[in-house]
């Protein structure tokens, strides 16, 4: 039979949510510096509109950051806190100097795509596991960020 942790789920099923997680951590950790530096950087004719937009984003980032380290401690195991491990652990990268809108809002969606791919893995992975607490938290952020790709996409058209 198969080790449970404390909140009843398979303890290596918990260590590979976990794992995934903390990828999903470090991720949206990079996303928020990102975007919170296109707050700060943007200029232009749609600075009052994306200025807003990218707070927006880098609120909703900071929250679901916290919601996530969370939920890896819930299931019994330790959120990459330095940013040594978010940078090493990231497939987004930094961006550095982004002042123009289009720029900013492209690499807002690259985010989302990175997000969503790992998202979409974590979804599969807490089923696998019987782990409701985690694929509702993943079924919301997916059903928000894919109103915002439409949202962004189309401000580029």
Do not use: C
Request: glycine letters at 8%.
């Amino acid at each position: 039979m198969a080790e449970k942790n404390l909140i009843g789920l398979d303890e290596e099923l918990s260590l590979q949510l976990a794992g995934k997680l903390n990828e999903l951590l470090s991720n949206f950790q990079l996303f928020y510096i990102n975007t919170r530096g296109f707050h700060w950087n943007i200029t232009g004719g749609k600075f009052f509109e994306l200025h807003a937009k990218f707070e927006e984003l880098y609120n909703d980032a900071l929250i679901k950051i916290d919601e996530v380290a969370e939920r890896i401690l819930t299931l019994g195991h330790t959120p990459v806190h330095s940013y040594s491990g978010y940078l090493a652990t990231s497939t987004i990268r930094e961006a550095i100097n982004v002042s123009e809108g289009k720029s900013a809002v492209e690499k807002v969606l690259e985010g989302f795509t990175v997000l969503l791919t790992i998202e979409r893995d974590l979804l599969k992975l807490a089923e696998k596991a019987n782990d409701e607490g985690t694929g509702a938290l993943m079924s919301d952020y997916i059903r928000e960020q894919e109103k915002l790709v439409w949202m962004y996409s189309s401000s580029l058209k």
